[in-house]
């Protein structure tokens, strides 16, 4: 699968081209923590600009920094969860560079003595084939702040610099160049945000910055072993801009290349609104961040035992759970990817499901209604006031035939606004159900004759045009009747017709 | 190696510091009798000696992930040559974000 059908799938426009894309992510996840990686200062977010600031994180002269173990742990999980090697003794390095927003005049980061190393995932790749990308690294650093240029109250030639983000704690995870589409660099993005949402270290939020990706792209001869002159693509914001962006860098390498031109290695900005990606207006020389060991934090020793500890309570990852689902539940491949892919909906699903007989009923309902309700509230699944014990009430009625689907929606929209147990309402519900049989009959005969081709089609032998009639009558009793006796009685009047023709 | 007045020109650069030509003559002399001191070390056989980025052996000090107070915003912007409305205030920067 390598990579061989990546042109021409992703890239219409590259179909004759055989070039082969390569392409490397270097994600930052920014950490869910109270406080800041280096200093107590609150990372809430929506905070006054520069209320969240002290000596440390503004690089004051004789402020010391000192590391958050939630950090560390934070780091930690991830290289477990991506099977890389947590170095016993990592390094913490200034990364030297001038920008107003980064009011120390140095990124603590790490250099050449990484917290880990040498990890993977998997990605799927075209033809739902999956493919191991190397992770060549994980590191811890600090953020920088935020400059604000366009807004009302910044004069022409100012800018103006919050520095709240001053510190806030990142993690950078590199990859080895080993994508080879768009579509894969997309995947993985999507993968590392479930896994960190599964880890519970990050928001992982896209949009919001929480997970910003920078990619390394270049093309070269298909076959080939070597590196292309890459260019490095930023500020795409969404997986869909990732996408995009890489598409487009694709295309236009490729265009150039084809030509007989030449890269040239720069840095690009993606403009998501003109759908292309320009170079960076910078300066001629080359970057020299002249790293070296920050002499102001001490080497990060890791005890085995620590690690040890953090892997017993590592939670079931994602890929586990689908697998889990797939084998315990008997649930398909997509309702178990879907179910898994949130750990919130994942929670609230084994919730119901260890409540209810019917398995694939209860991932119908979650996927279904219970996503919608929570999309629609622009809340987890678990904030619902309808809880799962409540929803496995109203399912247990719905598959034993007390209620129907009709009513059931009536009872879990009532639930999502009052939170009661569904009890009661079941109850009257249920006992709203026409049982008289000839009042019934008469629906199904109305039914009929309103629907004069159909009712030909039917006794013509197209049998399955019951369901069609059946739906049909319960919406006209807005779900106040057992299907059952409703099919029951249709096969009764069908029969009748038919003998009535001879 | 040597340093040459180019690579004090350079390092001046990286550093936004701007020097007279005696100046920059003066630092290459300076940060070459610095090199020669500190290459003193290359006399000594040090195969298989840890490179040495502390002078103390300890581990990291950790901190709990407790929020503890800020500086006021009062204070935060004392020092600052201009600010307004809560920000600090700087020359319109050009370009994007380095780093």
């Known amino acids: ?502 | 190696m040597k340093v040459t007045t180019a690579e004090v020109e350079r390092i001046a650069g990286l550093a936004k510091l701007a020097f007279s030509q005696a100046e920059k003559e003066q630092f290459t002399a300076e940060f070459n009798r610095m090199l020669d001191y500190v290459g003193k070390l290359d006399e000594l056989d040090l195969e298989g000696v840890e490179p040495a980025t502390h002078p103390l052996h300890s581990d990291a000090p950790l901190r709990e992930d407790v929020v503890t107070p800020s500086l006021s915003r009062e204070e935060a912007l004392g020092n600052a040559p201009a600010a307004h409305d809560g920000f600090f205030s700087v020359p319109k920067v050009i370009g994007g974000e380095e780093g």
């Open chain 1, 1 to 502: 699968m390598n990579g061989t059908g990546a042109n021409s799938h992703s890239n219409p426009g590259l179909v004759s081209a055989p070039f082969e894309v390569v392409i490397g992510l270097e994600v930052h996840i920014q950490l869910q923590t109270r406080s800041k990686i280096f200093c107590g200062c609150s990372v809430q977010f929506g905070a006054e600009a520069n209320s969240q600031v002290c000596p440390v994180c503004l690089g004051l002269p004789g402020a010391l920094p000192v590391l958050n173990e939630k950090v560390l742990a934070s780091a930690a999980r991830l290289a477990l969860a991506t099977g890389c090697r947590i170095n016993p003794v990592s390094l913490f390095a200034r990364k030297n560079y001038f920008y107003p927003d980064l009011p120390k005049g140095y990124q603590i980061s790490q250099f050449d003595q990484p917290f880990a190393s040498d990890g993977g995932m998997t990605v799927t790749s075209e033809g739902d084939a999956q493919r191991a990308i190397r992770i060549r690294r994980i590191h811890l650093e600090d953020d920088a702040g935020r400059s604000i240029h366009a807004e009302a109250f910044v004069a022409e030639d100012e800018t103006l610099l919050d520095l709240n983000r001053c510190g806030v704690p990142l993690l950078e995870l590199v990859t080895e160049p080993d994508l080879r589409s768009p579509a894969e660099a997309a995947d993985f993005m999507q993968r590392l945000r479930q896994l960190v949402r599964y880890l519970g270290i990050s928001s992982g939020n896209m949009e919001e910055g929480s997970l910003r990706c920078d990619a390394n792209i270049s093309l070269r001869p298909a076959g080939s072993d070597g590196l292309g002159v890459k260019t490095e693509l930023k500020n795409m914001n969404s997986f869909r801009h990732v996408e995009r962006a890489l598409a487009f860098e694709i295309a236009r390498q490729g265009a150039l290349l084809a030509a007989g031109g030449r890269i040239e290695q720069q840095t690009l900005l993606w403009d998501p609104a003109r759908g292309m990606a320009e170079p960076m207006r910078s300066k001629e020389e080359a970057h020299d961040y002249r790293y070296f060991p920050e002499p102001d934090l001490m080497p990060v020793a890791i005890s085995g035992e620590w690690v040890e500890e953090l892997r017993r309570q590592m939670p079931e990852l994602p890929e586990a759970r689908k697998a889990r689902y797939e084998r315990e539940f008997g649930l398909p491949a997509y309702d178990a990817g879907l179910l898994t892919g949130d750990p919130g909906v994942a929670d609230y699903f084994e919730r119901l499901a260890a409540r209810i007989e019917d398995k694939k009923l209860a991932s119908n309902w979650v996927m279904g209604e219970v996503m919608r309700a929570s999309n629609a509230r622009g809340c987890s699944v678990l904030e619902l006031k309808m809880t799962p014990e409540h929803l496995a009430v109203l399912l247990d009625s719905l598959s034993r035939g007390r209620i129907h689907q009709q009513a059931a929606r009536r009872i879990f929209a009532e639930g999502l606004e009052n939170g009661l147990s569904p009890a009661e309402a079941i109850e009257r519900e249920a006992g709203a159900q026409i049982h008289d049989t000839d009042q019934l009959r008469m629906v199904v005969r109305e039914a009929l004759t309103s629907h004069p081709d159909e009712t030909e089609a039917w006794l013509g032998g197209k049998d399955k045009l019951a369901g069609f009639f059946t739906g049909v009558i319960l919406q006209s009793l807005q779900g106040r009747a057992d299907p059952r006796a409703i099919m029951a009685l249709l096969q009764e009047e069908r029969k009748a017709l038919l003998e009535k023709r001879g």
